[in-house]
């Protein structure tokens, strides 16, 4: 299984991104989700979607302003990122396990066993 990440990119306080994860290698991860890492800090997750119900938790930092979704067909999962903040600034990684997870651990960086190669984003203005 291979991740690759894209999308990352400058923008302004209050901007928005897209970043997307192209899946390769199986036909859909049972889970996917979002880290980020900010310079000098530990990553944390973001967001994360279970492929069987397409239940979504998001990080109390992200909510009401990141949506994360799927495209089954061309088997990529994206972060929509809206009213972007300067904390916001981070290397944004995706992953994928194989199967399901209860959302309690769904932004728990030890149930995934892929990585994406990561992509900046940064909010400045």
């Known amino acids: 299984v291979q991740l690759q990440a894209s999308g990352g990119g400058s923008v302004q306080p209050g901007g928005s991104l897209r970043l997307s994860c192209k899946v390769s290698?199986?036909?859909?991860?049972?889970?996917v989700a979002w880290f980020r890492q900010a310079p000098g800090k530990e990553r944390e997750g973001v967001s994360c979607?279970?492929?069987?119900?397409?239940?979504?938790v998001f990080a109390e930092s992200v909510k009401g302003r990141f949506t994360i979704s799927r495209d089954a067909v061309q088997n990529t999962i994206f972060l929509q990122m809206n009213r972007l903040k300067p904390e916001d600034t981070a290397v944004y990684y995706c992953a994928a396990r194989s199967g399901g997870i209860i959302t309690g651990r769904c932004l728990d960086q030890g149930v995934y066993e892929t990585w994406g190669q990561g992509t900046l984003v940064t909010v400045s203005s």
């Open positions: 979607l279970r492929r069987s119900d397409r239940a979504t």
């Open positions: 290698g199986v036909s859909s991860p049972g889970t």
